[in-house]
């Protein structure tokens, strides 16, 4: 099923980010609340990982920005469906 949210550069940022994908975030290092600062600083470092990754080079910045959405959204899922199981 296709949300609104799927767009081509997404699935392409998601593509490239299987093949280069970051270690899994541990659950407790973030919060589970919804703090669009917080949220926007844990996007932030994210971003910056996957840029260093691919040694910074230009022209991949807003895949990286929705790659890191992406998992930080995850994360922040998983951290609540934990607190939901352990309730």
Known sequence: ?????DTPVRKAARK???TN????L??????TFD????????TAEAAYFL???RG??????L??????????????ALGIAAEQVQR
């Open 1 to 5: 099923m296709r949300s609104s949210l």
């Open 16 to 18: 490239r980010s299987r």
């Open 21 to 24: 994908a970051l270690p899994t």
């Open 26 to 31: 541990s659950v407790q290092r973030f919060p």
């Open 35 to 42: 703090d669009p600062e917080q949220r926007a600083a844990m």
């Open 51 to 53: 840029a260093e990754r």
């Open 56 to 61: 910074f080079a230009p022209g991949h910045e």
């Open 63 to 76: 895949d990286d920005w929705l790659v890191a959405e992406d998992q930080i959204r995850a994360q922040l």
